[in-house]
């Protein structure tokens, strides 16, 4: 009887405990690779705003920031510029995503990747909801002037959106003007 209860025990651990849905699609190398190709060099940007830049950084996202240091990672190749990564890490609803954004060296977006989502499968976004985000300028990325939600997965879109208002807002704040 006792075996048979740490066997129930050791069962319910596997299936309810851990969750099987949890998914890692890709490591952080593996993502550079994705977001600037084999041959690029990549060097990290940390940034580190002051007051003032928090302040319009929070403004431009209409997000709180959660952090005080933020790193870009800056893909090269014979010293040209490619484009600029942040990889952004939320919770959902109780439970972490992390996500590569993806800029162009003129600071548009140009990608967003799911490196790993621990919520059902059913609440992320697919690739294709993320394409209508492309090549929006910030103040346009709001599901009020035109972005489509996902019925099912709407925390899941309104904490990406989030995201990656963030970035492009850190963006235009710390490295667009030259503040860094």
């Known amino acids: 009887?006792?075996?048979q209860t740490l066997i129930i025990g050791f069962c319910y651990l596997l299936c309810v405990a851990i969750p099987s849905h949890?998914?890692?699609f890709y490591s952080k190398n593996e993502a550079m690779e994705l977001a600037f190709g084999?041959?690029?060099?990549?060097?990290?940007?940390?940034l580190f705003p002051d007051d003032q830049q928090v302040a319009k950084i929070q403004e431009l996202a209409k997000t709180k920031l959660e952090s005080g240091m933020f790193s870009f990672y800056v893909g090269k190749e014979q010293g040209k510029t490619l484009g600029y990564a942040a990889i952004e890490s939320i919770t959902v609803r109780t439970k972490p995503e992390t996500m590569m954004i993806l800029l162009t060296q003129e600071g548009e977006?140009?990608?967003?990747?799911t490196l790993a989502f621990h919520e059902p499968?059913?609440?992320q976004p697919p690739e294709r909801w993320f394409a209508q985000l492309y090549k929006r300028g910030l103040a346009d990325?709001?599901?009020n002037k035109g972005v489509d939600g996902i019925a099912g997965a709407t925390?899941?879109?309104?904490a990406a959106?989030?995201?990656?208002?963030?970035?492009?807002?850190?963006y235009q704040v710390m490295i667009k003007e030259g503040k860094n």
Do not use: C
């Open 121 to 123: 499968p059913e609440y």
């Open 22 to 24: 949890a998914t890692i």
């Open 155 to 158: 925390l899941s879109t309104r």
């Open 38 to 46: 084999k041959t690029a060099t990549v060097e990290v940007l940390s």
């Open 161 to 170: 959106i989030s995201s990656v208002r963030k970035i492009l807002a850190i």
């Open 109 to 113: 977006l140009r990608n967003v990747t």
């Open 141 to 143: 990325l709001d599901f």
């Open 1 to 3: 009887m006792k075996q």
